[in-house]
C-alpha cells in the first residue's frame, strides 16, 4: 500500500509540473516563431518595396545593348557584369524580380479568389454544391501544375498576362479544398448556430461569421502558392512559353545565360540565388504561418478544454 501511494503522488507531482510547463512552453515557442515571423515579413516587405522602387533607381537601361562589352566581368560600370548582348546583369535582375512578384502575387491573388468561391460555395453551399464543387476540383488537380500550365500557355501563347491564367487555373483547386475543410469546421462552432437560430440569413452568416474565420489557413497556403507561382513563371519563361524578350525575367536571363557557364558563371549564378533566395522567403513565411496557427489551435483547445 505505501509503495502504491508513492506511486500516486509522484504522478500527482510529475503532473502538475507538466501542467505549469505546457504553457510556459507554448508562449516560449509562440515569441520565438513570432521573432521568425517579424524577420521574414520584413524581408519579404524590403523585397516587394525594393521591386516597386526600380524604375526610380539610378540604373541602366536593362533592355540597351552594348555588344563592345559583351559578356563582360563585373566592375564599377556593370556591378555583376553583362551578358551575351551587352546587358547590365545588375539591371535586367532588378527589373526581373518586378516580373516574377507580379506574377505570384498576381496569380495567386486569383487563385485564392476562386478558390474561396469554389471552396465556401462547397463548404456551405449544401451536399449537391459541394459534390460538384470538389469532383471539378478533382479534376483540375488531377493535371500536374506545371504541365497543365504549360498546356494553357501552348494553347493562348505566351506572354505575362496568360502566365498569370495559366497560373491561377491550376492553382484554385488546393486553396478550394483548405477552405472548405475550415468552413465545414468553422461552420459547426456555437456562434455560428446562434447567429443562425437568431434568423440571420445564410448570406449573412457567412460574410460576417464564417468567411473571416475559415480565411486563417489560407494566409499560410498562399504564401506557399506565391513561392509556386514564381517557380513556375522561372519555368515556363525558361522553355520560351513565359515571359518574352527584351521583358526581363530570371527564367528568361537562366535560358540565355545557359550555354556561358564557363565564360561568364555570374549569368547564371546570379539569377538563379535571386529566384532561389525569394522562393525560400515565401516558403518559410508560409511554414511560419502555418506553425503560428497551429500554436493558436492548441492553445484554444487547452482553454476550452482543460
Known amino acids: 500500500m505505501a509503495k502504491t501511494s ?17 504553457p510556459v512552453n507554448a508562449i516560449r515557442g509562440r515569441l520565438e516563431n513570432r521573432k521568425y515571423s517579424v ?7 524590403f523585397v516587394m518595396i525594393l521591386a516597386l522602387l526600380v524604375p526610380l533607381l539610378p540604373l541602366q537601361d536593362p533592355v540597351a545593348m552594348d555588344l563592345n562589352h559583351s559578356l563582360a566581368a563585373p566592375s564599377t560600370t556593370h556591378w555583376l557584369g553583362t551578358d551575351l548582348l551587352g546587358h547590365d546583369e545588375l539591371s535586367r535582375v532588378l527589373w526581373a524580380s518586378r516580373t516574377s512578384l507580379a506574377v505570384g502575387i498576381v496569380a ?20 449537391l454544391a ?11 488537380l488531377s493535371f500536374p501544375f506545371v504541365l497543365g500550365a504549360i498546356a494553357i500557355m501552348a494553347i493562348f501563347g505566351p506572354g505575362r498576362r496568360n502566365v498569370f491564367l495559366a497560373i491561377a487555373f491550376f492553382g484554385w483547386p488546393v ?7 475550415s468552413v465545414l469546421s468553422v461552420k459547426q462552432q456555437p456562434f455560428v448556430l446562434a447567429a443562425e ?6 448570406q449573412r452568416v457567412f460574410l460576417r461569421h464564417v468567411l473571416p474565420n475559415a480565411a486563417g489557413p489560407l494566409i499560410s497556403y498562399s504564401s506557399l502558392l506565391v513561392a509556386a507561382a514564381i517557380t513556375a513563371e522561372a519555368g515556363l519563361s525558361y522553355i ?22 564557363e565564360q561568364a558563371p555570374w549569368l547564371l549564378i546570379v539569377p538563379g540565388v535571386a529566384l532561389t533566395l525569394t522562393v525560400l522567403i515565401f516558403i518559410l513565411i508560409g511554414a511560419s504561418a502555418g506553425k503560428s496557427m497551429a500554436i493558436a489551435s492548441r492553445s484554444s483547445k487547452r482553454k476550452y478544454n482543460p
Open 6 to 22: 508513492f506511486s500516486l503522488a509522484g504522478d500527482s507531482r510529475q503532473s502538475k509540473s507538466v501542467g505549469i510547463g505546457l
Open 39 to 45: 524577420v521574414l515579413g520584413a524581408v519579404a516587405c
Open 108 to 127: 495567386t491573388a486569383l487563385a485564392v479568389a476562386c478558390g474561396i468561391m469554389v471552396g465556401g460555395l462547397a463548404g456551405y453551399g449544401g451536399r
Open 130 to 140: 459541394d459534390a460538384t464543387a470538389m469532383r471539378t476540383a478533382d479534376i483540375f
Open 175 to 181: 486553396i478550394a479544398r483548405v477552405f472548405r475543410a
Open 197 to 202: 437560430a437568431l434568423g440571420a440569413s445564410r
Open 240 to 261: 520560351g512559353l513565359g515571359v518574352q524578350p527584351p521583358e526581363a525575367s530570371w527564367g528568361l536571363m537562366l535560358a540565355d545565360s545557359a550555354g556561358q557557364f
